[in-house]
């Protein structure tokens, strides 16, 4: 196979970032685009067209789109919620012989919680399709590149590292499911420490070795609202995301932290420690990394590159994104990133799927992966419920659901 057609479900904001990556992956192309919302699917494949990567047809019907023979290969980019049932339909047609796929990608995080992530993964192994799980921050050149050099310039000569920090803050997200437990699965742990949860293992982790090179030992986690369930800013959640988002009775966490203690498989004790916020006020979205090791260190922060602009407060323009993601101010010095698609990891991340999908090898990040990462949050989620330090594997992890996305959190709950 020279090239690769892809089916994208979903055409929201997450598709975006994906279709502007799409510029730097070669052999492939987007050949359709699923959603339920036809003018959002109308504007992802116009984009598409502009950008020269591709022709998409655009579908409603799941079912219908993989059965396309332009389609080789399928990005599951839609909400949370409709995770289980999107790719329920997708195996039954491969299983049935009336779609022939090659592969099969799904955003972060996998699943709302275990059971779900676990269903998931049963059902695309018993296609026989090669799967690979998209977390873009472990593509990310900040992290790649940094990885590369600290083991090997500083851990070859002195050792492993044994401390990660990672982190990502904004402001909070841009769509109405998001914000509500039961459909997105949580709040900010659910729906970015994942990122941080897996971007510390890799910086942790032995160029070469696989995902049991580090097995997790004890997990510490801890959530809060420091924002969102303010009565100022409870008004402002209804006012701009709607009614049914209720954080005067139903909130999830704005603020949460992640402590997860590994063995290596030398023997020796590494450490990482997450954080993420729906509560952060700055340029924009912000990412950083801390890695620590015998006689080295790393640090990066994505809102220090290399430009800025500053606008006098006689400039008034108007509200957007233009220069950052989630980007919070219009005057003042603001930094710009030239590129979010690559630094964020889309190009590497999708560069790397199409290339694995056509080799026909298992991708480096794929569904297990993706496991891995819901059982590690969803254990920091249950820490934080029960105040306390939990043994990993965690005992009942597979039908737990966090009470944030029952609907029943009290957010004075983190003051015992």
Not at 11 to 31: E, L
């Amino acid at each position: 196979m020279a090239r690769l057609g892809v089916g994208i479900i979903g055409s929201g904001f997450m598709t975006r970032f994906h279709i502007q990556s799409w510029r730097a992956v070669r052999h492939a192309d987007i050949t359709a685009i699923c959603s339920r919302n036809p003018e959002t699917a109308r504007e992802a494949a116009d984009l598409c067209r502009r950008l020269r990567v591709g022709e998409p047809r655009i579908y409603q019907d799941v079912r219908e789109m993989v059965r396309d023979p332009r389609v080789d290969a399928v990005w599951v980019v839609a909400p949370n919620y409709t995770r289980v049932a999107m790719v329920e339909q997708i195996c039954e047609e491969v299983l049935s012989n009336r779609a022939a796929l090659r592969g099969i990608c799904i955003e972060k995080p996998l699943a709302r919680n275990v059971s779900e992530a676990k269903q998931v993964v049963k059902m695309v192994e018993d296609t026989g399709l090669l799967h690979g799980y998209l977390e873009n921050q472990v593509f990310s050149p900040l992290v790649t590149r940094g990885r590369e050099i600290l083991w090997r310039r500083g851990a070859a000569i002195a050792g492993p590292p044994y401390l990660a920090r990672c982190s990502e803050e904004h402001s909070g997200p841009h769509r109405t499911w998001f914000w509500l437990g039961q459909l997105q699965g949580g709040g900010a742990l659910s729906d970015m420490m994942c990122h941080s949860v897996e971007s510390s293992r890799l910086f942790l982790t032995r160029p070469g070795a696989d995902r049991e090179y580090l097995q997790p030992r004890a997990v510490t986690g801890r959530i809060a609202s420091l924002k969102w369930t303010r009565p100022e800013y409870i008004r402002e959640l209804q006012e701009t995301m709607g009614r049914e988002v209720d954080y005067s009775r139903h909130p999830v966490e704005d603020y949460a932290y992640g402590e997860i203690v590994y063995e290596t498989a030398e023997g020796q004790t590494a450490i990482a420690q997450t954080s993420t916020s729906w509560s952060y006020i700055g340029p924009g979205l912000r990412l950083t990394f801390e890695v620590l090791g015998p006689e080295y260190s790393l640090m990066s922060n994505s809102l220090d590159p290399e430009s800025q602009v500053f606008f006098s407060r006689r400039v008034h323009g108007p509200e957007g994104e233009d220069l950052v993601e989630k980007q919070a101010a219009e005057q003042g010095l603001l930094p710009y990133l030239w590129d979010e698609a690559g630094i964020y990891g889309y190009t590497g991340e999708n560069r790397h799927m199409v290339e694995a999908f056509l080799d026909g090898v298992r991708p480096t990040e794929d569904l297990h992966d993706g496991l891995r990462v819901v059982e590690l949050v969803m254990a920091c989620y249950m820490s934080a419920e029960l105040n306390k330090t939990l043994s990993f594997p965690v005992d009942g992890l597979d039908d737990f659901i966090p009470q944030v996305a029952q609907g029943t959190w009290d957010p004075r709950s983190v003051i015992p």
